[in-house]
Structure formats: C-alpha cells, structure tokens
C-alpha cells in the first residue's frame, strides 16, 4: 500500500543546531506539503513542493528551508534551530488537482531546548 | 479577523448523541469546503469534501455549507467513543490553491 512516512518520530535538538527531518512518500504524487502543528494556532503551512525542483514558500517560513529533487522525498531543514520551533511537524502529499485530499505523514515532535 | 474560525473545545457529549461542529470564515472566494479528522498522536486524515453550498452526506456524517453565511457545518449521528477525535475545517479558493485550515475542535464521546 502506498503510504507517506516520517522521520524521526521524534527529536530533542539544541538552538543553533541545523536539524533536517525527512518526509517520504510512495503515493507518486507531485504535491508535498509542510506543516507545523502548535496549540492554539493549528496547521500552518511552512513549505509546498509542486514537483521536482519546485518549491515555493508558506505562511511561516522563517528559519526554514526544502529542496525537492525528486518525487519521493521532501525533507525539512532548520537552518539554527530555535525554541520557538518547538512543534509537531507534519509532511503531507497530494495528486494534482486533487489537493481536497492531502494525506498526512504520523508526524515528527521536535523538542528545541 | 482570522480567515477560518473554529472553537477549540473541548466538546465532550454522551455515547449516541448527534454532535454538531461549526467553522466560520471570511473570504467569500473559498469554494472548497472540507473536514478532516485527527487522532491523538496521529496526522489529520480527510473525512469528507463538499463543493460549493449544500449538504452532503455518508454515513453517520453530513457536512453542510452556507455560502451566505459563511458558515460550515459537520454533524455526526450516533456518535461513538471511537469518534473522540480532533476535527479539523478546512478550506480552498481552487482546485489549485493552498488550504487554510482552522484550529480544530477536540471532541470526546463519553461511553
């Protein structure tokens, strides 16, 4: 079956440090997604993928960056790690055209000490 | 004004009761209109879509839109403990366009 994975589950960085956090699906689609979940202000869109070598910025993109190089793979890079990156993570893909269904990784829970 | 809103919560209702979930918005382009569901410790997953104004219907769920009021709606029949979930709205202009979702409501269906 056709799924998207994450990893780490989980990770405990500190500030300063660069931390990349992988994001894979098997689904074929050429829409990728990157969200951080935090109490009080839900899903916000950190990064988007439309293909290969396409990457375009969202609504909090600060301190983040992508790179797509193929279809598969979309990891997430903070560049200096800061406590206010202290999140729930969430990769997500999707068909074109058929953006209604982004199906969603398990998560990452990152901890910036 | 934000452009989706959405009561936290939580919502907590006995086993068998029909729940209702609410989302507000403001951009009257928004013609997308769906429901995700998310359990504890898991990524959201989606419930149901609809397009445009109208209701729509499967299972024990019905999403329900109103356009004029900018108001959409997500009623659960029946309910189960197993429906104890958060429940996000969300929404798009496009086919082509990035969704906003709102902050999900935390729902607990009491056995």
């Known amino acids: 079956d056709a799924e998207i994975t994450q990893s780490p589950r989980h990770k405990i960085t500190e500030t300063g440090r660069q931390v990349t956090l992988a994001c894979h699906q098997t689904?074929?689609?050429?829409?990728m997604f990157w969200y951080r979940q935090d109490l009080g202000h839900g899903l916000r869109l950190i990064h988007y993928?439309?293909?290969?070598?396409?990457?375009n910025k969202g609504e909090v993109s600060d301190g983040y960056s992508v790179s797509r190089s193929n279809t598969e793979d979309l990891p997430l890079t903070l560049e200096s790690a800061a406590s206010s990156q202290t999140s729930v993570y969430f990769c997500a893909s999707s068909e074109v055209g058929g953006g209604n269904i982004q199906y969603f990784g398990a998560g990452t829970r990152l901890s910036v000490l | 004004q934000k452009e989706v809103e959405q009561d936290p919560g939580p919502l907590s209702v006995p086993e068998g009761a029909i729940v209702s979930l609410n989302c507000t918005y403001s951009?009257?382009?928004?013609?997308?209109f769906m429901w995700y569901r998310q359990y504890s410790r898991k990524g959201p997953e989606l419930l149901m879509y609809?397009?445009?104004?109208g209701n729509k219907e499967d299972g024990r769920f019905t999403a329900q839109v109103d356009k004029s009021s900018k108001y959409i709606s997500l009623f659960i029949r029946d309910s189960q403990p197993s429906d104890s979930a958060t429940y996000l709205c969300?929404?798009?202009?496009?086919?082509?366009?990035?969704?906003?979702f709102g902050k999900g409501t935390r729902l607990h269906i009491l056995p």
């Open positions: 609809t397009y445009s104004s």
């Open positions: 689904w074929n689609h050429n829409n």
């Open positions: 951009n009257s382009a928004f013609q997308y």
């Open positions: 993928s439309y293909g290969v070598q396409d990457t």
């Open positions: 969300a929404m798009r202009r496009n086919r082509d366009d990035k969704i906003i």
